[in-house]
């Protein structure tokens, strides 16, 4: 029997009969791979439960699902349980889709070479903090800078409270700070641009190559994404890491939270102006441009600011929109195809 407890589940409400949980560790298209009490299994959701008027949420890795098991064949799932945390990526047509759930941390890496972003890592912190779980932020490739006091600094002054570590996978520089996450049962994420590191530093924690590593380009400090589906890992440690391709084209989904938490210093400043329909711009008695005047606020940070709030919101109204579109013309197509059925409408 496997202790489910291992892979992070806490019971809240018990299966009924003929049902055990599980958690998904793997999605290949529509077959899943899980991991139950009675080990490890392959899956498949129940028609009635998942498709045309079902309820359910579609599963994704890391979700917690109950599970009924199949005779001498792939099983079904038959629910997902509520998630504590979810990395959502935004499709206007279909409303979203969950690439990672039940995340403890997210690892946000940016490389110390060329690829070294604070905008990026902004924005990154923006949406983990969005998807409910914790964020740190780790530098990589510590060993091809000699010193690089420098921009730690400069990631300090946005992270806030969250942790800036750099690592390095050739001199093991880091990985001491990285292990007080990498507890029994925890779950982290890995978030970053081709090239940083990710696979590396993923086949360095689990002590052995389970991912392949593609040389970076010399140009310009970037790699090819080499992960080609979403799977669950189980380190040495008892943590677990999710890698998925998709957290490449994560989008500014309903980011309001992430972007106010992350830009708190910012938001704070919003409400001291002496106008209350300032506009930032040339007014007088304007808090912001007053903290750029004095070196309280950089301007590029109010910059990144504005721009994920714009993104933001015109995520919400044009998603909204086109999902709008896309299902007023399913169901004219649903209409059309019933009229069609009935001959009420001539081919």
């Not at 040495?236 to 989904?253: C, E, F, H």
């Not at 903290?291 to 993104?311: C, F, H, M, P, V």
Request: a neutral charge; one cysteine or more; hydrophobic letters at 35%.
């Amino acid at each position: 029997m496997t202790d489910l407890e291992k892979y992070g589940y806490i019971e809240t409400e018990t299966p009924p009969d003929g049902l055990c949980p599980g958690r998904v560790t793997a999605v290949h298209r529509e077959r899943y791979e899980l991991m139950t009490p009675h080990g490890s299994r392959y899956g498949r959701l129940k028609t009635g439960a998942y498709y045309g008027d079902g309820v359910e949420t579609y599963p994704t890795v890391g979700d917690f699902i109950w599970f009924r098991e199949g005779a001498g064949s792939d099983g079904q799932i038959v629910r997902t349980l509520p998630r504590k945390s979810q990395f959502i990526r935004r499709d206007p047509y279909a409303g979203s889709q969950a690439l990672a759930a039940n995340i403890d941390y997210v690892f946000i890496m940016t490389s110390l070479n060329r690829d070294f972003s604070v905008n990026r890592v902004e924005r990154y912190l923006v949406l983990t903090r969005q998807s409910g779980a914790t964020p740190v932020i780790v530098l990589t490739k510590a060993d091809l800078m000699g010193d690089h006091d420098a921009q730690v600094v400069s990631m300090k002054k946005i992270a806030g409270e969250t942790d800036v570590v750099p690592v390095s996978v050739v001199s093991g520089v880091g990985f001491d700070k990285l292990s007080a996450y990498l507890l029994p049962g925890v779950t982290v994420v890995f978030l970053g641009m081709s090239g940083v590191g990710k696979s590396s530093m993923l086949n360095a924690l689990m002590g052995e190559e389970v991912m392949a590593v593609n040389e970076i380009r010399e140009d310009d400090s970037r790699g090819r994404h080499t992960t080609t589906r979403r799977q669950l890992f189980v380190l040495p440690s008892g943590a677990m890491v999710i890698d998925t391709p998709g957290m490449r084209s994560l989008g500014m989904w309903d980011a309001g939270k992430g972007v106010s938490e992350t830009f708190a210093d910012v938001e704070a400043l919003l409400g001291a102006c002496r106008f209350s329909d300032c506009r930032h711009q040339t007014e007088p008695g304007c808090a912001i441009l007053e903290a750029i005047d004095q070196g309280k606020l950089s301007a590029d940070r109010w910059a990144n600011y504005t721009a994920l709030q714009r993104e933001a919101l015109y995520s919400v109204d044009r998603t909204a929109a086109l999902h709008e579109k896309w299902a007023k013309n399913k169901a004219i197509a649903k209409w059309s195809k019933q009229m069609k059925k009935n001959g009420e409408i001539r081919k």
